[in-house]
């Protein structure tokens, strides 16, 4: 057709109109390419050896395939993965993973799979031993810090480790413990159970609820000793367990209910246990309390307990300073009354004690004055030290002699010790 000054102003449009056609197919022709499927996701990791699935956890690539293949793996397989740092390597991305954040969803299900992962290997026994056994790479530390997180899913299925790992064998159940304890120190919490009770105060679900209750279940039962037992369920109660349980009890469904249960139970073993006759409910403050002033009644050492009354009387409420000394107290009164040797052990455990509040009192005098101005903490307070007597000048007489005792008056009391300079030796 001959060309026409009409068309000058639809050719650039019928041209722009053309290249967004063109766009649009290509993303067309893109949606059209089959997409691989589960299936085919599964296959491509159903042969592969250790060594390639390691560098593809290196890579953060394709965890779904990784999970699947290691549910079918033998013992060898998993010895050789073991060997070669795939648990590590694991670990690496898990962490990684989370500190990125929840940028997408894609990371967040990538790190879902990843824990998934980690779950695969643990329920090989190989694993669980494994990871025991390994303590100097803090793999269970590593694993508290993952709950950081809002993904419920996620934490689900760490809290299910934890149970395993408790009731898997005692040094389990103690690297669970420890790991709390780590979390506690890293969050700034007071308590190390303070996690498992936020996480059943805000959760939303009685699935997610059941599930952290019976992980303090299993914390508990794993617990052999029953004065220990009773004192891990103390510190659990006292941050108000037993009145969630019972709010909690009017809507629980089956599987919450069902924990609750579980709790209750134990508990009321264990105190039927303790109060079995001539023994004593160490659960009740009074009745303790009681106990041991009628054992020290009219003897020495009725003085000495009231006098430890009234300096506990002292101890701050609510501070980071009374914490670290109700803490030693309890540390030391153990070790005091377990030890075999006193001369040997005492120096030790009050060492220790001292040791420990002195570092707390540091870092709390830290956080109020800054690090510049802290130099004068409690390990470097300057030292009253005796004074220096004046030399005698060359040429002066002697100093008289001090002035006789007058019959009937008693003679002068002596000076108050100066603080910080030991006293005279007694008279021969």
């Known amino acids: 057709a001959r060309y026409d000054s009409r068309y000058e102003r639809i050719l650039p449009h019928c041209t722009n109109l053309s290249m967004e056609v063109t766009k649009s197919w290509k993303s067309l022709s893109r949606n059209l390419v089959k997409q691989p499927t589960r299936q085919d996701v599964y296959q491509s990791l159903e042969e592969a050896d250790p060594e390639l699935c390691i560098a593809l956890i290196s890579r953060a690539l394709n965890f779904t395939g990784l999970k699947h293949r290691l549910k ?131 959760s939303e679900t009685d699935e997610y609820s059941a599930c952290v209750l019976a992980f303090v279940n299993c914390v508990l039962q794993s617990c052999e000793d029953l004065k220990q037992r009773c004192r891990l369920r103390n510190e659990i109660i006292a941050l108000g367990l037993s009145d969630l349980l019972v709010t909690m009890r009017d809507t629980a469904e089956d599987a919450l209910a069902t924990q609750i249960d579980v709790f209750e139970e134990a508990q009321s073993q264990d105190t039927a246990q303790i109060e079995m006759p001539g023994m004593v409910d160490i659960n009740s403050h009074e009745d303790m309390f009681r106990a041991v002033l009628e054992k020290i009644f009219c003897t020495v050492n009725e003085v000495q307990f009231l006098h430890i009354l009234q300096n506990l009387l002292l101890v701050e409420r609510d501070s980071v300073r009374g914490e670290a000394i109700w803490s030693i107290l309890e540390e030391f009164v153990q070790q005091a009354v377990l030890m075999s040797s006193p001369e040997e052990q005492k120096d030790k455990a009050m060492l220790g004690g001292i040791e420990k509040l002195k570092t707390v009192l540091r870092d709390e005098q830290t956080r109020k004055l800054g690090p510049a101005d802290a130099k004068y903490n409690i390990t470097t307070l300057p030292t009253v030290s005796s004074p220096t007597p004046t030399p005698p000048i060359s040429g002066a007489p002697p100093p008289p002699p001090p002035p006789p005792p007058i019959s009937g008056v008693p003679p002068p009391p002596p000076p108050p010790p100066i603080s910080g300079v030991p006293p005279p030796p007694p008279p021969p």
């Open 72 to 202: 079918s793996i033998d013992d060898k397989w998993l010895e050789q993965f073991l060997s070669l740092g795939g648990l590590s390597a694991l670990f690496d991305a898990l962490e990684s993973l989370g500190s990125k954040g929840f940028s997408s969803i894609a990371d967040a299900l990538k790190q879902l799979e990843c824990v998934g992962c980690v779950k695969a290997v643990m329920n090989n026994e190989l694993g669980l031993t494994f990871i025991i056994q390994s303590q100097a790479q803090n793999f269970v530390q590593k694993l508290a810090q993952v709950l950081d997180t809002n993904n419920g899913l996620l934490k689900t299925q760490i809290f299910e480790l934890f149970s395993a790992l408790c009731v898997y064998s005692p040094e389990g159940w103690s690297l669970v413990l420890d790991a709390l304890e780590n979390y506690k120190r890293t969050k700034g919490l007071r308590y190390r159970f303070s996690l498992p009770m936020h996480e059943l105060r805000s």
